[in-house]
């Protein structure tokens, strides 16, 4: 079965600091690989998404994302952030065939937080 | 621009009492529809999923059902609410296979 692992639970860093949350996952073949952010009592927003292509995605709010197949990882950077970025981020994957096509995977979530 | 609501915000509600929560598209036709539930402080479970309207597949039994009445309109429900159904109930649509968009979600706690 897929899995997705976000090894670390809770991230601090200062303002102004770089940022890598990382994710791996678990599939036998290349599936659709999406972060995400979750705010305080929100619901979920797209950060970004890869399918295929360059490795390197690009996704709003200055965030970027490095897919490795060799590694089966998707982890996410910042160069610099602000202390509007805490929240949970969740890394996900989906197969994209099937019946159930549209079956998201989570990892647990990171907390980031970020000192001002 | 597509736009997805839920109602209500939150609930509280006893245990044994029903629950309906709603969860509405507006913008896209025919979209793929998905509940997912999320414990506190938890990661996100998916529950439900639809295709098309009347259909919905259960991919988790958490004593929970789920219908699609409408094309826009997908409804998650239960007879009986047990405490372990408290938590945070989200929905999601997609164009197809590609990305889904969640909503605001429904926070639910049950005494």
């Known amino acids: 079965a897929q899995s997705v692992t976000q090894p670390d639970a809770r991230v601090t860093v200062s303002e102004g600091a770089s940022l890598q949350l990382r994710c791996k996952y678990s599939y036998s073949a290349t599936p659709y690989l999406f972060w995400y952010v979750q705010y305080p009592r929100q619901g979920l927003q797209l950060l970004l998404k890869?399918?295929?292509?360059?490795?390197v995605v690009q996704g709003v709010n200055g965030f970027e994302a490095e897919f490795s197949k060799s590694n089966s990882s998707f982890h996410l950077r910042k160069a610099s952030v602000h202390w509007s970025d805490s929240a949970v981020y969740f890394c996900?994957?989906?197969?994209?065939?099937?019946?159930?096509?549209?079956?998201?995977?989570f990892g647990h979530g990171t907390i980031l937080r970020v000192h001002p | 621009a597509q736009t997805i609501h839920q109602w209500p915000v939150a609930e509280i509600k006893a245990v044994g009492s029903p629950l309906s929560l709603g969860c509405t598209i507006k913008?896209?036709?025919?979209?793929?529809l998905y509940w997912y539930w999320q414990a506190t402080g938890g990661t996100l479970q998916q529950l439900f999923y639809?295709?098309?309207?009347?259909?919905v597949e259960s991919v988790v039994q958490l004593n929970l059902s789920a219908s699609r009445p409408k094309d826009d309109q997908f409804i998650l429900s239960t007879e009986k609410l047990l405490l372990s159904h408290s938590g945070f109930y989200l929905c999601?649509?997609?164009?197809?296979?590609?990305?889904?968009?969640f909503g605001p979600g429904t926070r639910l706690l049950v005494l």
């Open positions: 639809s295709i098309t309207v009347g259909q």
């Open positions: 999601a649509w997609s164009p197809g296979v590609d990305t889904q968009y």
């Open positions: 890869y399918y295929s292509g360059d490795p």
């Open positions: 996900a994957v989906s197969i994209g065939t099937g019946a159930n096509t549209g079956k998201l995977t």
């Open positions: 913008g896209k036709s025919s979209p793929n």
